[in-house]
């Protein structure tokens, strides 16, 4: 399913104020986003869609729900979330937006489940092996 014209624009638009809301210049955030100045412009600009996996990278960074930034949904960067709607609700909903089958959605947020626990994992792996080499990086202290 492709989305129409004024869809991508309004995505685009919603993308530049969670970009503006931090301060970042445009090539500041491709740069950022590891992203082709001008693939992030077209982003931006509403001429190309940016997948899935750059909309939760751009929600995350942004710090914005993915709700939100895909079809304006609460939790933007100036706004706050709705009572009572749980993050799950939001992802639930970005996902049936980006045109996933709601019936494929527990396989997805399984597979997600995973991932963020394989993530955690491998981040306390990476802070354990900092925190045994820093006092070798440290200066020794001179004695009087």
């Known amino acids: 399913m492709k989305p129409d014209k004024t869809l991508l624009k309004k995505r685009g638009e919603r ?5 503006e809301a931090i301060g970042l210049s445009v090539e500041e955030a491709s740069t950022a986003f590891g992203a082709a100045y001008s693939t992030y412009a077209a982003h931006e600009n509403g001429t190309t869609a940016y997948p899935l996996s750059a909309a939760i990278e751009y929600a995350k960074r942004y710090r914005v729900s993915l709700d939100w930034l895909v079809h304006g949904g609460a939790d933007g960067p100036r706004g706050k979330a709705e009572k009572g709607q749980t993050s799950e609700a939001a992802l ?3 996902l049936i937006a980006y045109g996933v089958d709601s019936g494929d959605l527990p396989a997805v947020f399984k ?4 991932f963020v626990a394989e993530s955690d994992v491998e981040q306390s792996r990476q802070d354990h092996l900092r925190d045994q080499s820093a ?4 200066p020794r202290a001179k004695s009087p």
């Open 111 to 114: 597979a997600i489940k995973g």
């Open 92 to 94: 639930r909903s970005a």
């Open 15 to 19: 993308l530049r104020q969670a970009r």
């Open 135 to 138: 006092p070798a990086n440290r």
